[in-house]
């Protein structure tokens, strides 16, 4: 998208004639809109040689064309990504209606394809107390002022299974040290709390004596010198390029911000957290989506395969 950012192109479009950016501008965070529009472009290629989803006529779609659109994202993608972008379709088809552009009828029939079945193994690993450690142990022989800041934001990833977008928008006015509770915004403006305790409040507390008073964001950048920056929020790509580089210090095997996250919901249920406080406390809209990161079965899937005895010795 150019230097635009999604929220600036989508305004520069006339509302009254586009249901993408109408259906863009109505989502709440920029990675939302981000990665929807990057759906709706694949779908407009799907059906025009121009893939600019802004210029799209989706109110022309029907039925038909929405289950072709299906079918050939169901060639390409997995089930979870098909039925992502279909959301997306939906979205802006209803905006496309709510707007006048098509009658209720086309709406509700061009929306009423299914999503695809299928369930897929959720991308990326856990990370191991020992990786863990490590990065740790790398942030603390850095005796700079990125050294401070990256155990605390390692310690908060893990210890409260926080998105790179919900570490960057923090203030330091969201975080009570006497308690350590931390209020968390996360998708959809929802707020939640967390709770540091242990290394992790201690990483945060070593952060903050280095860090000072001043209001603003609860993390800032620092640069190569080790200076502080203005007390300005990072962005979720500082956060990446920063778990990179410790990992490359670590001699950690590369893992996503993400994974931080999984680590968190996998390691509370291993040590018999109940469900529905974790994914209370990871920020789930529904149980289900805590469910998938739940490695206990198939640790039991483990077990139970060592239980049967291939009479095979190997050559040696």
Same mark, same amino acid.
């Given at each position: 998208?150019?230097?635009?950012?999604?929220?600036?192109?989508?305004? &520069?479009?006339?509302?009254?004639?586009?249901?993408?950016?109408?259906?863009?501008?109505?989502?709440?965070?920029?990675?939302?809109?981000?990665?929807?529009?990057?759906?709706?472009?694949?779908?407009?290629? !799907?059906?025009?040689?121009?893939?600019?989803?802004?210029?799209?006529?989706?109110?022309?779609?029907?039925?038909?064309?929405?289950? &072709?659109?299906?079918?050939?994202?169901?060639? %390409?993608?997995?089930?979870?990504?098909?039925?992502?972008?279909?959301?997306?379709?939906?979205?802006?088809?209803?905006?496309?209606?709510?707007?006048?552009?098509?009658?209720?009828?086309?709406?509700?029939? &061009?929306?009423?394809?299914?999503? /695809?079945?299928?369930?897929?193994?959720?991308?990326?690993?856990?990370?191991?107390?020992?990786?863990?450690?490590?990065?740790?142990?790398?942030?603390?022989?850095?005796?700079?002022?990125?050294?401070?800041?990256?155990?605390?934001?390692?310690?908060?990833?893990?210890?409260?299974?926080?998105?790179?977008?919900?570490?960057?928008? !923090?203030?330091?006015?969201?975080?009570?040290?006497?308690?350590?509770?931390? /209020? %968390?915004?996360?998708?959809?403006?929802?707020?939640?709390?967390?709770?540091?305790?242990?290394?992790?409040?201690?990483?945060?507390?070593?952060?903050?004596?280095?860090?000072?008073?001043?209001?603003?964001?609860?993390? /800032?950048?620092?640069?190569?010198?080790?200076?502080? &920056?203005?007390?300005?929020?990072?962005?979720?790509?500082?956060?990446?390029?920063?778990?990179?580089?410790?990992?490359?210090?670590?001699? /950690?095997?590369?893992?996503?911000?993400?994974?931080?996250?999984?680590?968190?919901?996998?390691?509370?249920?291993?040590?018999?957290?109940?469900?529905?406080?974790?994914?209370?406390?990871?920020?789930?809209?529904?149980?289900?989506?805590?469910?998938?990161?739940?490695?206990?079965?198939?640790?039991?899937?483990?077990?139970?395969?060592?239980?049967?005895?291939?009479?095979?010795?190997?050559?040696?």
């Amino acid at each position: 998208m150019n230097k635009l950012t999604i929220a600036n192109k989508t305004n &520069a479009a006339r509302l009254d004639q586009s249901a993408a950016a109408m259906y863009l501008t109505s989502l709440n965070s920029e990675a939302g809109r981000r990665t929807m529009a990057q759906a709706l472009n694949v779908c407009a290629g !799907l059906m025009s040689d121009n893939a600019d989803a802004l210029a799209f006529a989706w109110h022309e779609l029907r039925f038909q064309h929405v289950t &072709a659109i299906r079918a050939k994202l169901n060639e %390409v993608y997995k089930p979870a990504t098909v039925n992502k972008m279909l959301a997306a379709l939906r979205g802006v088809l209803r905006c496309a209606w709510q707007a006048g552009h098509m009658s209720a009828e086309d709406f509700h029939k &061009a929306a009423s394809v299914k999503s /695809v079945k299928g369930e897929t193994l959720p991308a990326g690993r856990e990370l191991s107390q020992g990786e863990l450690t490590a990065l740790m142990a790398t942030c603390e022989q850095d005796t700079t002022n990125a050294g401070a800041r990256d155990a605390a934001i390692i310690g908060l990833m893990y210890s409260c299974g926080l998105r790179r977008e919900e570490v960057v928008t !923090l203030d330091l006015a969201d975080f009570e040290p006497e308690s350590g509770r931390l /209020v %968390v915004r996360g998708k959809g403006n929802k707020e939640r709390t967390a709770w540091l305790t242990g290394g992790a409040a201690r990483a945060v507390a070593d952060w903050l004596a280095v860090r000072g008073g001043e209001v603003g964001a609860l993390f /800032v950048a620092v640069n190569k010198s080790g200076r502080m &920056a203005n007390c300005e929020h990072m962005t979720p790509k500082t956060i990446y390029s920063m778990l990179a580089k410790r990992a490359t210090e670590a001699g /950690v095997k590369s893992f996503s911000p993400h994974d931080m996250r999984r680590t968190f919901v996998s390691d509370l249920l291993d040590a018999g957290a109940d469900i529905t406080t974790v994914s209370k406390m990871a920020g789930h809209a529904n149980v289900t989506t805590t469910s998938r990161y739940d490695r206990r079965p198939e640790e039991a899937k483990r077990k139970a395969a060592s239980l049967l005895h291939v009479p095979y010795a190997g050559r040696g």
